[in-house]
Nanobody, 119 residues
Framework: QVQLVESGGGLVQPGGSLRLSCQAS????????MSWVRQAPGQGLEWVSS????????YYADSVKGRFTISRDNSKSTLYLQMNSLKPEDTAMYYC????????????RGQGTQLIVSS
């Protein structure tokens, strides 16, 4: 079965950096576009970024453009999200999901990894 396991979250000061990882298994990772989505406390799910199956195309929400970088290593079935210049409003549970910016809601998601940006 599809498994997505996120890791790398934690407590970071504003302006800091962190890299999230998502280990995928149970499906042909290289065949699927992938996304990162997040859910802030008391809010709904918000799309953050997507990457095409071969990693040639990337897409970002305006709120993270220029600060976050999505990437993937298909040889390791792993998805990444490099987050720089973090802001308190980036505080959320971060999930990786199968699917692109239009399809992630219909796909699978992991259990999430928590990011807290606070001084």
């Amino acid at each position: 079965q599809v498994q997505l396991v996120e890791s790398g979250g934690g407590l970071v000061q504003p302006g800091g950096s962190l890299r999230l990882s998502c280990q995928a298994s149970g499906f042909t990772f290289r065949s699927f576009p992938m996304s990162w989505v997040r859910q802030a406390p008391g809010q709904g799910l918000e799309w953050v970024s997507s990457i095409s199956n071969l990693g040639r195309a990337t897409y970002y929400a305006d709120s993270v453009k220029g600060r976050f970088t999505i990437s993937r290593d298909n040889s390791k079935s792993t998805l990444y999200l490099q987050m720089n210049s973090l802001k308190p409003e980036d505080t959320a549970m971060y999930y990786c999901a199968t699917g692109d910016s239009a399809g992630w809601r219909r796909g699978n998601r992991g259990q999430g990894t928590q990011l807290i940006v606070s001084s």
